[in-house]
């Protein structure tokens, strides 16, 4: 069953993305060469905590940290560590927030100095591919429309969409229905109305779509090891369009 939520609860879903998105904010101009994955962790977990929101991922299913750092090949759910960032890194940056109940999720991926032109074409059309799909979440289009728009903006950039993970609907649970692939032809599922809210989170890799989890038991990688990004936000269904909740200006 999928959850409508009223204008009062998209409103708490709204202070929680901002918490996310000031977060991100904050941790994009701290990536450089040199700082650990840990770092980032410590600084989105101080930020969360002063302004009054709860991590959202810290013992979610036993995660131990607050942000999943996802470096290169690393697709989504990296442990943070003791690893630094080094010049020509891809960093995925991904985090929730709960406000009063209501989950905010939202990822990035940023370059880390100088990066690879390849690289850096990767991170475009996977946020490119997230804005499209965002378009394609009006009221009277159906839920397979986001997921078409994801693959074809990939696939027309010769990337691939992975196909194990997917977005989600979003509320008072982190995870919530619908599940929202990233591949699909278009005008299948359910039709999508006002007060809906839903994490949008297209992963993207260079080489083959298909991705293994290491032994930590979380960490996901490219099995060709090659490189992959990964974009997010949490949106709203709403008669004027699509808000975007997890951003600071409302739209991307
Ligand atoms: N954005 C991810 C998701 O929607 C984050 C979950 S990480 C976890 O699944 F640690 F909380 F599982
Ligand atoms: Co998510």
């Given at each position: ?6 204008p ?23 990536v450089?060469?040199g ?5 980032l ?13 709860t ?6 299913r ?5 942000l999943c750092?996802?470096v ?5 759910h ?10 020509g890194?891809?960093?995925s ?6 406000v ?6 939202a ?6 100095g ?19 799909a965002?378009?394609a979440?009006?009221?009277?289009n159906?839920?397979s429309d ?27 649970s ?5 599940q929202?692939?990233?591949f699909?032809?278009?005008g ?15 992963m993207?890799?260079?080489?083959s ?15 060709d ?11 709203a ?16």
């Amino acid at each position: 069953m999928i959850i409508l939520k009223s204008p009062w609860e998209i409103d708490l879903i709204r202070k929680s993305g901002r918490i996310v998105a000031e977060a991100l904010a904050r941790l994009t101009k701290l990536v450089e060469p040199g700082i650990t994955t840990l770092d980032l962790d410590l600084v989105a977990e101080e930020y969360i905590l002063k302004r009054g929101g709860t991590p959202a991922f810290k013992g979610y299913r036993g995660y131990p940290y607050t942000l999943c750092a996802s470096v290169n090949e690393q697709v989504v759910h990296a442990l943070p560590s003791e690893r630094k960032l080094r010049e020509g890194d891809i960093i995925s940056l991904d985090l929730g927030a709960i406000v009063d109940g209501y989950y905010g999720d939202a990822a990035v991926t940023v370059p880390v100095g100088q990066v690879s032109a390849e690289a850096k074409r990767l991170i475009d059309v996977t946020q490119e591919s997230l804005q499209r799909a965002i378009e394609a979440a009006r009221p009277g289009n159906r839920l397979s429309d986001i997921s078409h728009a994801v693959q074809s903006a990939v696939e027309a950039e010769g990337f691939a969409v992975v196909r194990v993970f997917v977005g989600h609907g979003i509320g008072r649970s982190l995870h919530e229905e619908p599940q929202i692939p990233n591949f699909g032809p278009p005008g299948h599922g359910p039709v999508l109305k006002t007060g809906m809210v839903l994490a949008i989170e297209p992963m993207v890799n260079t080489g083959s779509p298909d991705v293994m989890i290491l032994e930590d038991r979380w960490t996901a990688v490219t099995c060709d090891k090659s490189l992959s990004a990964h974009f997010e936000h949490t949106v709203a269904v709403t008669e004027n369009g699509t808000e975007v909740l997890t951003s600071l200006n409302g739209r991307g």
